[in-house]
């Protein structure tokens, strides 16, 4: 059942290392998130025996079931929407949560993280493509989240998070990932802070992403298959 992943795995790492030549970079800069969301711990595991130690979730208690069973050489980023009353459990186990999508969300983290005496990484998620449907604060309400996370003492801002519009096609998904980069450079000016991390590209598009910029791929369903919603 997982004897595919090792081979999948090597497949998109490859296509990782083509896309950031082909973009002039090199492809120690792109670092690569298993999107282990739905898929069980032994699958996460199979991947972790093919040397993948970077992992992304989308739900706290499936991250705390997978995390309590596998060994802590694992790396979790947290990549979902993330309700309030979760955080606790998502920053005991996450050292990234990709997906603050509201200042109260990015207070009550900051507050937690304090309480419990951690920094975790943070990117403040952008709906890209502005879907009704989708995640992420709007362009209006980004400057307003940034600058709460710029005075966040206790988490550390590391970047922005988006996904683009499905289907949107290499033209127009290629610029929703480099208005992303625009934006960080212009709030990395404003706030007088480092914001390395672009996390932009998933299985469908991420070397679009890499060629935009991306430090951060999320792939899941070119790794472990096709995901089974039910
Ligand atoms: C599920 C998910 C992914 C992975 O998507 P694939 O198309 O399976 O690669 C990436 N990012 C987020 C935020 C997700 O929820």
């Given at each position: 059942m997982t004897a595919h992943i090792a081979a999948n795995l090597a497949a998109v790492r490859s296509e990782i290392a083509r896309a950031a030549a082909a973009a002039g970079r090199d492809s120690g800069e792109v670092r690569l998130i298993a999107v282990s969301k739905f898929f069980p711990a032994e699958a996460v595991s199979a991947a972790r025996n093919a040397g993948q130690r970077l992992f992304g979730e989308s739900k706290a208690q499936e991250l705390e079931q997978k995390a309590a069973a596998l060994p802590d050489d694992l790396e979790w980023h947290f990549i979902g929407h993330l309700q309030r009353n979760k955080a606790a459990m998502v920053l005991r186990r996450a050292a990234w949560i990709h997906s603050v999508d509201s200042p109260k969300l990015l207070e009550r983290l900051d507050r937690l993280a304090g309480e419990l005496g951690r920094r975790p990484n943070i990117l403040l998620e952008v709906n890209l493509a502005g879907e009704p449907d989708k995640t992420g604060v709007s362009w209006d309400e980004l400057p307003e989240l940034a600058a709460a996370?710029?005075?966040?003492?206790?988490?550390?801002?590391?970047g922005l998070m988006g996904m683009a519009a499905e289907e949107a096609g290499e033209a127009a998904g290629r610029a929703c990932f480099a208005r992303l980069r625009e934006s960080r450079d212009e709030l990395a000016r404003r706030h007088g802070v480092a914001l390395p991390e672009l996390s932009m590209g998933m299985s469908g598009d991420f070397a679009w992403a890499i060629a935009e910029g991306a430090t951060m791929v999320r792939v899941g369903g070119a790794i472990f298959g096709q995901r089974v919603y039910d």
């Open positions: 996370a710029a005075r966040a003492a206790n988490l550390h801002w590391a």
